[in-house]
């Protein structure tokens, strides 16, 4: 079975960094992108950065020159380096995988269970 798993999470006070990871296992044989989410209490889930095979990346507005992106292809891992933490950044982020699929179903999303960002004032 396919998962993922995210770690890094934690309590940072304004200024800090953290840096989130994660790892996918599982019968993965191609990967289109894999991305972090973010869902902040009472709003939707949105994007916050998103990196394809081909090493293309993409970043909310909000958190470009702040946050990094990067992967790695042999160990299916994707990281988020995030400097400068704003309270505004607190949330629980989602991995997010997707896999490319058959002619019925082109493509498979696949998401971790989340990990806590809480920045302090």
């Known amino acids: 079975q396919v998962q993922l798993k995210e770690s890094g999470g934690g309590l940072v006070q304004a200024g800090g960094s953290l840096r989130l990871s994660c790892a996918a296992s599982?019968?993965?044989?191609?990967?289109?992108?894999m991305g972090w989410y973010r869902q902040a209490p009472g709003k939707q889930r949105e994007l916050v950065a998103a990196?394809?095979?081909?090493?293309?990346?993409n970043y909310a507005d909000s958190v470009k020159g702040r946050l990094t992106i990067s992967g790695d292809t042999a160990k299916i891992t994707v990281y988020l380096q995030m400097n400068n933490l704003k309270p505004e950044d607190t949330a629980v982020y989602y991995c997010?995988?997707?896999?490319?699929?058959?002619?019925?179903?082109?493509?498979?999303?696949?998401w971790g269970q989340g990990t806590q960002v809480t920045v302090s004032s």
């Open positions: 599982g019968s993965i044989f191609s990967i289109n992108g």
């Open positions: 997010n995988m997707r896999l490319p699929g058959s002619s019925y179903r082109p493509i498979y999303d696949y």
């Open positions: 990196i394809t095979r081909g090493g293309s990346t």
